[in-house]
T-cell receptor, first 111, second 117 residues
Framework: DAKTTQPNSMESNEEEPVHLPCNHSTISGTDYIHWYRQLPSQGPEYVIHGLTSNVNNRMASLAIAEDRKSSTLILHRATLRDAAVYYCILRDGQGAQKLVFGQGTRLTINP | KAGVTQTPRYLIKTRGQQVTLSCSPISGHRSVSWYQQTPGQGLQFLFEYFSETQRNKGNFPGRFSGRQFSNSRSEMNVSTLELGDSALYLC????????????????FGEGSRLTVL
């Protein structure tokens, strides 16, 4: 399983943008980049995913490097409810439902 | 639309006992996967079921088993419990293998917290 590397923790202020980096130098051509987050006392929650192009949804944006060896999850205006552990995951594009979680980045939002 | 339901939410067992955890997926979802979360190892994949067939299995001993019923509900069983089995067990459901793309979003339940004494 391809690995991802994320900082253990990050801190930001409320209403400011947050950029969460992820390195995945061994990504294969069929791997999709997925982001999930886990709020305290809850199961993980899907955030966004992409393959090659940058992606936007109501929760966040995903910026993918041209060589696909890294990506950045962007929260445009962080709120206190965004405090969570964020996981960057490479997922087989052939239909597998298995997710390989790393340690993730614990994001703290200061009021 | 109801989410993924896991029961029981909390349970306490003693070493050597066995436990069965249940997961009801979102209506219409046919794929169910199970994960174990511990402070030391993080989130680890246990197994995945689709249409009552196990499609993938993680690196766990044979004491961990599961099954899926015709209505897509799933159960996992852990026999001969050990202290190290204390964990949050999470179930996730999705519509199922999506063929090309494989990008179906997984929806997680809130988990069953098992404590082994």
């Amino acid at each position: 399983d391809a690995k991802t590397t994320q900082p253990n923790s990050m801190e930001s202020n409320e209403e400011e943008p947050v950029h969460l980096p992820c390195n995945h130098s061994t990504i294969s051509g069929t791997d999709y980049i997925h982001w999930y987050r886990q709020l305290p006392s809850q199961g993980p929650e899907y955030v966004i995913h992409g393959l090659t192009s940058n992606v936007n949804n109501r929760m966040a944006s995903l910026a993918i490097a041209e060589d696909r060896k890294s990506s950045t999850l962007i929260l445009h205006r962080a709120t206190l409810r965004d405090a969570a552990v964020y996981y960057c995951i490479l997922r087989d594009g052939q239909g597998a439902q298995k997710l390989v979680f790393g340690q993730g980045t614990r994001l703290t939002i200061n009021p | 639309k109801a989410g993924v339901t896991q029961t029981p939410r909390y349970l306490i067992k003693t070493r050597g006992q066995q436990v069965t955890l249940s997961c009801s997926p979102i209506s219409g979802h046919r794929s169910v996967s199970w994960y174990q979360q511990t402070p030391g190892q993080g989130l680890q994949f246990l197994f995945e079921y689709f249409s009552e067939t196990q499609r993938n299995k993680g690196n766990f001993p044979g004491r961990f088993s599961g099954r899926q019923f015709s209505n897509s509900r799933s159960e996992m069983n852990v026999s001969t419990l050990e202290l190290g089995d204390s964990a949050l067990y999470l179930c996730a459901s999705s519509k199922g293998p999506t063929g090309t793309g494989g990008t179906g979003e997984l929806f997680f339940g809130e988990g069953s917290r098992l404590t082994v004494l």
